[in-house]
């Protein structure tokens, strides 16, 4: 059975960093890529960086400079890390599945306050 | 980056009403690979978005087939014929033919 299940802290200071976990079930990360999707409170989606199955990686052209993007496959594992938060980086934060994104996890609630 | 310009941000539908949305994008989605890589979503509150339609017209397993999708290039259009009360929510399109992937700004379907 496919699932995605983020994780990760629920509150960040300004200026540090947020490092999320997406670990997928019922797929491998080498025959489907990964997606970080962010949503804002009452805004729309934000597609924010995607790892795909053969490694190669894509970002949000504003966001590009503060992201990175992993995998460790081994442990069915995304990892996404963003850099010198803000507070309009609070959103909730989801991961998805492929290019169709017919899967998604239940996301996960970031607060960036001091 | 690709622009997509979803139209109306609302939506408002007695049930039974047919609707359509409307999503344009700044550049042609059709992929080198042949296929069009145009999605729609909905997210009903306090949920994750799901997957209706792929690659333009393609209903994903378990929609009821009162959506549809259509279009080509850069014009595209959601349908629903026949609301029905758990219709309501954001519906969103998004692109994944063009790095970086992008999404529509929404519209939020009410029913009367």
């Known amino acids: 059975q496919v699932q995605l299940k983020e994780s990760g802290p629920g509150l960040v200071q300004p200026s540090r960093t947020l490092s999320l976990t997406c670990t997928v079930f019922g797929f491998s990360l080498t025959s489907c890529g990964v997606s970080w999707v962010r949503q804002p409170p009452g805004k729309g989606l934000e597609w924010i960086a995607a790892i795909w199955s053969g490694g190669r990686t894509d970002y949000n052209s504003a966001l590009r400079s503060r992201l990175s993007i992993s995998r460790d496959t081994s442990k069915s594992q995304v990892l996404l890390k963003m850099n010198s938060l803000q507070t309009e980086d609070t959103a909730m934060y989801f991961c998805?599945?492929?290019?169709?994104?017919?899967?998604w996890g239940q996301g996960v609630m970031v607060t960036v306050s001091s | 980056d690709v622009v997509l310009t979803q139209t109306p941000p609302t939506l408002s539908a007695t049930i039974g009403q047919s609707v359509s949305i409307s999503c344009r994008s700044s550049q042609s989605l059709l992929d080198s690979d042949g296929d069009t890589y145009l999605n729609w979503m909905l997210q009903r509150p306090g949920q994750s978005p799901q997957l209706l339609i792929y690659s333009v017209s393609n209903l994903e397993s378990g929609v009821p087939n009162r959506f549809s999708g259509s279009g080509s290039e850069t014009d595209f259009t959601l349908k629903i014929s026949g609301v029905e009360a758990e219709d309501l929510g954001v519906y969103y399109c998004m692109q994944a033919t063009h790095a970086p992937l992008t999404f529509g700004s929404g519209t939020k379907l009410e029913i009367k």
């Open positions: 998805a599945r492929g290019y169709n994104f017919d899967y």
